[in-house]
Structures are given as structure tokens and as C-alpha cells.
């Protein structure tokens, strides 16, 4: 390393976040950059450890002592190529991982500073297409086709890597846009579209043809494939069954975020079809980066108030005794969208929809405990009988997704992502489509 003691004299240095006032105005992305110096200097605060907990923690297999000394020395390409060894997609995951590395790093563990991988990271592959290091591929083709269905991380993470192996690939996408839970489930405040774009075009010059508006039956895949990637994702989100679900006015989070980053796109809806916060009381049910997204998105629409429950108790700040390391820790975390305005509250059970009219206008919320298991297991619910009225006039059901149930398949497909496992992180997506290609490269070379 240049300077290996540089952890010492120079503290973690976070790019932040846009001012408040100015960034709920519009749905530019919030987090700001450093300057290339003071990018430089952050990258020379990792130690180069024996043992890099945060290659160890990253499901991409990320090595960032390696390109953090390359970032440090000046070595913008070095740096953008070590990274691009192992991630496809640095610039998603820059803007919207929640840096398992981060976690892991030695100075977290020992001093509460872990080095800024995911910003470097970000910064890293933005040098690359600023500087024009990344050129299109040209890749001997071996004759073989590949069907890719679905364009999330997954999908497009298998779709690059099968397309680098020679193999002929068509991406299958039901929507109208590529991207997947990329182009419609996070909000352009985190993730700017045209970022997505310039990827595609990029993944178009090598090669892969996009197809959209595209739905395939999995007990009928299409012809004329030797092999397919199933990345369909985790389409069920989970629904609230109590009282009152049928009043106008309550939404599926995701109908609201993929509504919002269509309008963006340039599409309109009419009066009745649009899902706006604007002058109303939203309560948000579910406390994960979905509500939290929702939350963002209704302070720039215009809500009048922004409240957000969860079911489970409020995780402690800082550090959690209950989540050591290796774990990830349980702790509260605040978003962007958090700081812009929102009323938390934790222990929260949902026990009917109230309405007027036809239209909600309130929910029944009941306070309850958390019991400890005393056979180890899950802690166990108890309501307390203390409840009352939250006032909404919109309300967003954020509880996560179902494991998707597929029907039996081929030996020729394979299945990766949140397709596989449920809903998860898009950083374990794109290495889940990486590790399809790899698994469906092997089966067509036999």
C-alpha cells in the first residue's frame, strides 16, 4: 500500500447527501460525489489486511484492497479493471448496495470507520466511462443460443457473462422497458435511469438482443435455444389479509414506485389510474428499503404527512449484541428519505382498514411485544390490547415478496436470482446470474 497507516490521520469521508429543501423538489438522485483527491484519500485508508473480511463478505468476490491501492496510487483504469473482474455492474450496486463489505471491514469492526468501498466503487466506474475506458466487446461466437428471461440484475448480470462466452443471447422482458426491479422498483432519486441505459446500450453493442413486451410461459419456453436462464424475480408482493383490504386508496408499494418511474419515462395516466401522495396522509406499513423508497417518493409527490409502521420492535443504534459479527448487524438505519420527513413507529400490528365512503381514511393499529422464545427459536408476538387509529388516506403495503413457485423445468434451464431464493439484495442477484452462466456454459461444453 502507499500508505499503510493513512487509517490513522485520515477519517471516513462520506460524499452525503444533497440538502433537503432542494433535493425533495425534484427526483435527481440525492447522494453527491467527492472531488478525485479526496477520493483518492479515502481509498488509502484500507489496510491491506491479512485476512480482507470485505472480499470474504461480498457475494461478488469483490477484492477491494486491490483496487483501493490502485484508486490510491492514481491508477484509474488498473482500478476500473480489477473491479470489473468480479462485478459486472459497478454502478448499480455503487449507488444502491448496502456495502456487505462495509460491514465486514476491519477499521468497522475495530474503530466504527470502515473504508468508503461502495463510494469508490461508484466513483471508480465512473471514471471509466468518463475516461472511455469501457469500449464495446467483440466475442467469438460458438454457435450455441442462450434465452435469458427476465432483465433484472440477475437476468442482465447472466445475460453479459453467457454473451462474453460466445454464446448468442436474447433477453426475454414482460415489460415494456429493460431493467427489471432496476428500471421499476427503485426510485430514480437513487438510481437514475439513464445509468441503466447507458449499460444496455453498451450490452447491445456486444452483441445481446433485447426483447420487451415479451411474456413467456415457463411450461412453454420458446424454441430454437439450446439452454435458458430463468431470472423472473419475486412478481407476489406480500398482502395484508384484515379487514377493510377492499377500500380504494390502499396500494401495493411496488404499483406505486414503478407507476412513479413510468411517469418519469414520459408516460401518463389518468386521474384515476394515478397513485399520488399529493395533499393526503400516507402510512406506510413495512419498515425495509421498499418503505423507505416509498417514503421518498411520496415527500416529492407533495404528501401532507408521511408515516411509516413496523411489526417488529426498533433495533438498537449503533451496534446490536444480538447481531455480532459475522452477522449483519440488526441496527436502525436512517435513509435519505427518512431525513426528509417521515413520523417512525415500531411494534406495530395492523388489525383492520378503516373507511369512508368507499376509500380508506384510517387504519387500526394494535401495540405488541416481543416475547423470547425460551427454546431458542423466533421471538414470539404478543399483542398487548392497547390500540388505536392512525389517520391515512393512502396507504402502501411494503412487507416484502413471496418466494416464487415455479413449475417443473428442463434440464436445459436454470433458474437465478430472486427467482431462486426469494427476494434479496440486487448485489446477490447480479452473482447469482454470474454463477448461472458460468453453471449453464459448463452444461452446454459437455
Not at 470474504?56 to 491501492?69: K, S
Not at 454464446?167 to 415494456?176: A, N, P, S
Not at 417443473?408 to 431464493?421: Q, W
Request: charged share 25%; hydrophobic share 35%; with cysteine.
Amino acid at each position: 500500500m502507499g500508505n499503510p497507516k493513512a487509517f490513522l490521520t485520515i477519517p471516513r469521508q462520506e460524499a452525503g447527501y444533497r440538502p433537503v429543501h432542494d433535493r425533495i423538489a425534484d427526483f435527481g438522485e440525492v447522494e453527491q460525489t467527492l472531488n478525485s483527491g479526496e477520493r483518492r484519500l479515502q481509498a488509502s485508508r484500507c489496510m491491506d489486511c491479512g485476512v480482507p473480511f470485505c472480499h470474504w463478505a461480498c457475494p461478488l468476490g469483490n477484492r477491494p484492497p486491490e483496487f483501493q491501492d490502485a484508486l490510491w496510487r492514481g491508477k484509474w483504469r488498473e482500478a476500473y479493471e480489477i473491479l470489473s473482474l468480479t462485478n459486472d455492474f459497478p454502478e448499480f450496486t455503487g449507488r444502491i448496495c448496502p456495502a456487505l463489505c462495509e460491514k465486514s471491514c476491519v477499521l468497522q469492526l475495530s474503530m466504527g470507520e470502515p473504508v468508503t468501498i461502495r463510494e469508490d466503487e461508484a466513483a471508480i466506474i465512473e471514471a471509466a466511462f468518463r475516461e472511455g475506458f469501457i469500449r464495446p466487446g467483440s466475442y467469438p461466437r460458438n454457435g450455441k443460443q442462450v434465452a435469458v428471461i427476465g432483465s433484472g440484475p440477475a437476468g442482465l448480470a447472466a445475460a453479459n457473462q453467457l454473451n462474453r462466452r460466445g454464446y448468442e443471447v436474447t433477453v426475454f422482458e414482460k415489460l415494456e422497458y429493460i431493467g427489471g426491479l432496476l428500471r421499476f422498483g427503485i426510485p430514480n432519486f437513487k438510481l437514475h435511469k439513464p445509468i441503466i441505459d447507458r449499460r444496455l446500450h453498451l450490452m447491445e453493442q456486444e452483441g445481446i438482443t433485447f426483447k420487451v413486451n415479451s411474456e413467456i410461459d415457463l411450461n412453454c419456453l420458446p424454441e430454437g435455444f439450446d439452454a435458458y436462464c430463468v431470472c423472473t424475480g419475486t412478481p407476489q408482493a406480500r398482502d395484508l389479509s384484515i379487514p377493510g383490504r377492499e377500500l380504494k386508496g390502499i396500494h401495493f408499494a411496488m404499483e406505486m414506485l414503478a407507476q412513479q418511474n413510468r411517469v418519469l419515462a414520459g408516460q401518463t395516466f389518468t386521474k384515476d389510474e394515478r397513485i399520488s401522495a399529493r395533499g393526503k396522509h400516507v402510512l406506510v406499513i413495512g419498515g425495509g428499503d421498499t418503505g423507505s423508497d416509498c417514503i421518498g417518493t411520496s415527500n416529492r409527490q407533495g404528501a401532507l404527512s408521511v408515516t411509516q409502521i413496523e411489526i417488529m420492535p426498533k433495533p438498537p443504534v449503533g451496534e446490536n449484541p444480538d447481531t455480532p459479527w459475522p452477522q449483519y448487524p440488526r441496527v436502525l438505519k436512517t435513509s435519505s428519505s427518512h431525513e426528509e420527513g417521515c413520523a417512525r413507529r415500531w411494534s406495530l400490528s395492523s388489525v383492520r382498514f378503516l373507511g369512508k365512503g368507499g376509500h380508506v381514511s384510517g387504519v387500526e393499529v394494535e401495540e405488541v411485544e416481543w416475547i423470547p422464545d425460551p427454546a431458542g427459536g423466533r421471538p414470539m408476538m404478543t399483542p398487548t390490547g392497547r390500540k388505536e387509529t392512525l389517520k391515512a388516506d393512502l396507504v402502501l403495503l411494503a412487507m416484502g415478496f413471496l418466494k416464487p413457485e415455479l413449475p417443473p423445468l428442463p434440464e436445459n434451464a436454470f433458474v437465478a436470482g430472486d427467482a431462486a431464493t426469494g427476494a434479496s439484495l440486487v448485489v446477490r442477484c447480479i452473482a447469482s446470474g454470474r454463477k448461472a452462466a458460468g453453471d449453464i456454459d459448463r452444461y452446454l461444453r459437455e
